[in-house]
């Protein structure tokens, strides 16, 4: 799509959180076509539906005490530029790209040393600014990846969150390693498929719904573990000749399961932990961490751009099985329809289609 250059306003409809209750609202809008010097303006194929879509759908406490309403949501997408600003020469017009959803300053401690997925001022859209569940968005040039036009779009919407799952699982060697993945929501699974393809030895997946747990076996799990009916620390260490995991990589944020994942791990192993626990975790420091001798790494988000050239990678190498992770198709008027899904539990990832616009 090129665009006009008389063309100085764009209709578009937009998923809205804009009440404090649970729901999201489908919106027109109009977008100018001004740009500043570095940003771009890109024109949505795909979206994805994310975890942090669902806490704003119910509007948790979370929720609560982070946006600002009215917020159009989503941060997963990919798309084509259709405007570039001034200043812009590392992607141009025509290119398909994906987003880095962290806008970070480029100017803080960490940033300057290579370490911008820990800025202190990182923006999230979709969060902290206007999201991509929408017809187009802006977005600093520095922030798009550009994609190859012969991967399928739908995959290419997945990379921000597949990036959480590289960046998880990729911090400590997994090859030849028992591997325990903690929570099988749609990222837990996608580290079923990393780990796979990564070269694990055993892949130990632990999830309370059996959907998830079926799924994780689909996409090939070893062993899956119900948490609920099984004594888990008991069932690592057998399936581990007793010594516990390698490596743990921990979605499931929740209290009691990273209590007992410290029970199982291997002394000299690894957790990475992504999920994100609503209750203050007790561990025994002494017995469990220092003299196991373990290391424990804090994931936030993407390394940028280390991990996003990790998924690239792996997606070209054709290891992974993404099209069974999409599960489910919607056009943005079944938003709150998709959001029920994502709560549920039933379900992969979901992608999310723009609506049609009469001009």
């Not at 669902?54 to 005490?65: L, S, T």
């Not at 398909?96 to 480029?106: G, R, Y």
């Not at 600093?140 to 399928?152: E, L, Q, R, Y």
């Amino acid at each position: 799509m090129k665009l006009s250059s008389d063309v100085k306003t764009l209709k578009m409809k937009v998923v809205v959180k804009d009440k404090p209750e649970k729901g999201f609202s489908l919106q027109e809008r109009v977008i100018s076509t001004d740009l500043k010097a570095d940003e771009v303006l890109v024109k949505i194929n795909t979206a994805s539906f994310c975890g942090t879509d669902y806490h704003i759908y119910i509007y948790d406490n979370w929720a609560k005490n982070r946006l600002q309403l009215p917020l159009v949501v989503g941060h997963e997408f990919s798309g084509e530029v259709i405007k570039v600003g001034s200043d812009v020469t590392r992607v141009k017009v025509g290119d398909i790209v994906s987003a880095e959803t962290h806008i970070i300053c480029d100017e803080c401690e960490f940033c300057l040393r290579g370490e911008g997925h820990i800025c202190e001022n990182t923006k999230i859209i979709g969060v902290d600014t206007d999201g991509c569940f929408a017809n187009y968005i802006k977005m600093p040039a520095a922030n798009c990846f550009v994609n190859s036009k012969d991967i399928d779009p739908l995959i290419l919407s997945l990379q921000e969150p597949l990036g959480n799952a590289v960046h998880t699982m990729n911090h400590f060697d997994i090859k030849g390693k028992d591997v325990v993945i903690l929570g099988c929501g749609p990222i837990g699974l996608m580290a079923v498929d990393v780990s796979r393809a990564l070269g694990a030895k055993k892949v130990i997946a632990i999830e309370v719904k059996e959907y998830r747990r079926n799924f994780a076996k689909e996409l090939g799990a070893d062993v899956v573990i119900d948490p609920i009916n099984e004594d888990v620390v008991i069932r690592v260490l057998e399936e581990t000749n007793g010594r516990g995991a390698d490596v743990i990589g921990e979605f499931s944020g929740n209290k009691v399961a990273i209590e007992k994942a410290f029970k199982y791990i291997k002394a000299g192993g690894g957790i990475s932990m992504l999920g994100l626990p609503a209750e203050n975790i007790e561990i025994d420091l002494s017995k469990d961490v220092i003299y196991k001798g373990i290391s424990i790494y804090g994931v936030t988000g993407r390394r940028i751009y280390d991990t996003w050239y990790q998924v690239k990678e792996l997606i070209e190498s054709g290891k992974l099985n993404l099209e069974k992770i999409i599960t489910h198709k919607f056009y943005l008027r079944d938003i709150n329809k998709a959001a029920e899904i994502m709560g549920s539990g039933e379900c992969g990832k979901i992608i999310l289609l723009p609506e049609e616009i009469d001009e």
